[in-house]
């Protein structure tokens, strides 16, 4: 399965919404969208991750480089609406203590 983005911007942040696997075939796309928000435009992101059902490492990975990009330019992410089964992953890699996280 492959992953989906949407994403718009209002009121000086970009709202990202995720769908679908993250994962190592498509990790770089996810990076590359991100990274080319910040191109467009620098401000906060919030990634809606209702409809994410998987994130593997090369995911994670993926948003732990962009994340870095966004705080270099003094700005944040933030992470909405984490499932359990995907926050969990967060939790063993300690990355919830990095992310701004809301859980479903």
């Known amino acids: ?21 993250i994962d190592i ?7 590359k969208h991100l990274t080319q928000l910040m191109d467009e435009h620098a401000a906060d992101v919030y990634v809606d991750c209702t409809n994410l059902e998987y994130i ?6 993926a948003l732990v480089g962009v994340l870095k990009n966004i705080k270099a330019l003094g700005k944040e992410m933030h992470l909405l609406h ?17 992310f701004i996280i809301k859980e479903k």
Do not use: H, R, Y
Request: hydrophobic share 40%; aromatic share 10%; glycine share 6%.
């Open 56 to 61: 593997d490492s090369t995911g994670l990975g």
């Open 1 to 21: 399965m492959d992953f989906s983005i949407e994403k718009t911007f209002d009121e000086n942040s970009w709202q990202v919404v995720l769908a679908g696997e």
């Open 82 to 98: 984490v499932k359990p089964s995907v926050l969990k992953l967060f939790k063993i890699t300690n990355l919830d203590k990095v």
């Open 25 to 31: 075939f498509n990790s770089a796309d996810l990076k």
